[in-house]
């Protein structure tokens, strides 16, 4: 196990576990977002690992962004800057080429919901709050939220959910398609993990390129995304992992991957 000064990151069976550690609340400060970009540097090139699953330690996942150190900003074009690391942060997560699990407990509220939302698969606890309240603040999201949130959920509950600060459950969210599968607290890391090992014994070639084309559903029109999808298809088909799978399909038997 790994030890950051925010982090506890451990690599096993092919799943990096990346441990938000910031007692009480695991507020997201800028040297914790720095930190956290460090390790997906690492992560990227890590062929050893094929899956990332994202919790926090303690009571949250992360209760918000660390308000103490909006004190020490002295303008709204430093804001702007620390809303714009934290954006390209998230959205290289979004992008990321393996897949980022959330298993989200306690709260995700403020930067703590951006972030969720920014994995590619979302677990939470039946109980858990997760919010934008940055309007109690006399301020709005500046990590995202206000676009993905209503990918998931549409335009009218977002609106509510913005405006009038009030959180809602894990339940809840799985209800809206904000989360994937809600679990009791005690069993959400077991179920997070049983899912990162059923993804480990896919080719991560074809995840890739699987997670590409869903960045291009979200962020390009139809039309491109299909055009993508035939290019990518045919990388796949070139793959070692691509043949591999076709012919264990044919001659009935489970597939090798070498993951190239």
């Known amino acids: 196990m790994s030890k950051y000064q925010f ?110 939302m920014a994995c590619h698969i979302r677990l939470v606890s039946e109980n858990c709050k997760l919010g934008l309240p940055e309007l109690q603040l006399g301020l709005i999201p500046g990590f995202a939220g206000s676009q993905r949130l209503p990918r998931y959920v549409g335009v009218a509950k977002a609106a509510e959910m913005l405006l009038t600060s009030e959180p809602i459950t894990g339940s809840e969210a799985v209800k809206l398609g904000l989360a994937n599968h809600a679990y009791s607290e005690e069993e959400l890391l077991e179920k997070a993990y049983e899912l990162a090992q059923k993804l480990t014994k896919k080719s991560a070639v074809s995840m890739k390129l ?18 993508k999808e035939a290019v990518l298809f045919g990388e796949a088909f070139e793959s070692h992992d691509g043949q591999e799978g076709i012919n264990a399909f044919l001659e009935k038997r489970p597939a090798q991957f070498k993951d190239q």
């Open 7 to 116: 982090f506890l990151v451990k690599e096993e069976d092919r799943i990096a576990t990346i441990t938000i550690n910031r007692p009480p609340a695991n507020a997201l400060s800028s040297p914790l977002l720095q930190e956290l970009s460090a390790i997906f540097d690492n992560l990227e090139n890590d062929d050893k690992v094929k899956v990332v699953v994202l919790h926090g330690h303690g009571r949250f996942f992360a209760a918000g962004a660390d308000i103490k150190e909006f004190t020490t900003v002295e303008n709204g074009a430093e804001f702007e800057k620390l809303a714009e690391y934290g954006q390209v942060l998230f959205n290289r997560i979004e992008q990321f080429s393996k897949p980022v699990i959330a298993a989200v407990h306690g709260a995700a509220l403020g930067g703590g919901l951006e972030l969720a």
């Open 210 to 227: 699987a997670l590409q084309l869903l960045t291009y559903a979200n962020d390009y029109k139809f039309q491109d995304g299909v055009k």
